[in-house]
T-cell receptor
């Protein structure tokens, strides 16, 4: 079982719709969860991080964490074509810094 | 957010030569830096964890004698790919954090092409 799993996609949504990206992880002791956006040929860019169960909102982005289900998601409201990228879920165990990345979900926002 | 500077952004070299990649934290002290490699259409794979003033910790399958890491100061880590071969061609990315629970900030990446 992979440590961090994501559907590779592509996930296609029309412009203005809500994009929902999902991620599951295997280490129940994980403490920190991150979402990165990566454009083709570029480095990942941090867009959200969440540590506690529940929702965390930042502009058009909402991260949702459910530790009991070992599930973290990212919602993008009012999706724009510029949101088209690969979204990487990253999980950090408690106590040390090593971060494990999922393989990413490619999002395509159709104008 | 914090800034991590990585140089060069791309390099082309001949097989058998060595290439050095620098990673600098510009506005914070990075106690730990990480080096990742990413092949096309694949995710980031951690190569090694670099702690200032101590030896790097390499992930399983990564040759420490081939990928030399030096973290001589709190703001600079270098990765040297020694005797590069075409299969080493990849996108190398560094990241840095300042504490055990801090989010990672990434450098801009280095695209290495070995001919």
């Amino acid at each position: 079982q992979k440590e961090v799993e994501q559907n590779s996609g592509p996930l296609s949504v029309p412009e203005g719709a809500i994009a929902s990206l999902n991620c599951t992880y295997s280490d129940r002791g994980s403490q920190s969860f991150f979402w990165y956006r990566q454009y083709s040929g570029k480095s990942p860019e941090l867009i959200m991080f969440i540590y506690s169960n529940g929702d965390k909102e930042d502009g058009r982005f909402t991260a949702q964490l459910n530790k009991a289900s070992q599930y973290v998601s990212l919602l993008i409201r009012d999706s724009q074509p510029s949101d088209s990228a690969t979204y990487l879920c990253a999980v950090q165990p408690g106590g040390y810094q090593k971060v494990t990345f999922g393989t990413g979900t490619k999002l395509q926002v159709i104008p | 957010g914090a800034v991590v500077s990585q140089h060069p952004s791309w390099v082309i070299c001949k097989s058998g030569t060595s290439v050095k990649i620098e990673c600098r934290s510009l506005d914070f002290q990075a106690t730990t830096m990480f080096w990742y490699r990413q092949f096309p259409k694949q995710s980031l794979m951690l190569m090694a964890t670099s702690n200032e003033g101590s030896k790097a910790t390499y992930e399983q399958g990564v040759e420490k004698d081939k990928f030399l890491i030096n973290h001589a100061s709190l703001t600079l880590s270098t990765l040297t790919v020694t005797s590069a071969h075409p299969e080493d061609s990849s996108f190398y990315i560094c990241s840095a954090s300042s504490s055990s629970n801090e989010k990672l900030f990434f450098g801009s990446g280095t695209q290495l092409s070995v001919l």
